[in-house]
């Protein structure tokens, strides 16, 4: 699992993120954990492969945000770290 990041210039409100979010589920309909945060200026979300990140900035672009850049990088579940006695 791929946690992918993008940098977006534009976002101003919640109805900024919560279009981008929108946006992105249905570009990329696989994509799992998606968020947004305009105060980061970035939107994150899970993925099973690689990303054409192409798409992923005409996507962006498209909405009439600004893409700026985006990352990828492995993603390591956490688990619960329940100790085991023996």
């Given at each position: 699992?791929?946690?992918?990041?993008?940098?977006?210039?534009?976002?101003?409100?919640g109805m900024?993120?919560a279009?981008?979010?929108?946006?992105?589920?249905?570009a990329?309909?696989?994509a799992?954990?998606v968020s947004a945060?305009?105060?980061?200026?970035?939107?994150?979300?899970?993925?099973?492969?690689?990303?054409?990140?192409e798409?992923l900035?005409?996507?962006?672009?498209?909405?009439?945000?600004?893409?700026?850049s985006?990352a990828?990088?492995?993603?390591?579940?956490?688990g619960?770290g329940?100790?085991v006695?023996s």
């Open positions: 699992m791929k946690k992918i990041t993008v940098k977006i210039d534009g976002m101003m409100c900024c993120e279009h981008i979010c929108d946006t992105i589920r249905r990329f309909p696989s799992k954990k945060s305009r105060k980061r200026g970035e939107a994150t979300f899970l993925f099973e492969n690689d990303i054409d990140m798409a900035k005409k996507t962006i672009d498209d909405t009439g945000y600004v893409f700026v985006a990828s990088e492995e993603h390591k579940k956490r619960l329940v100790a006695n």
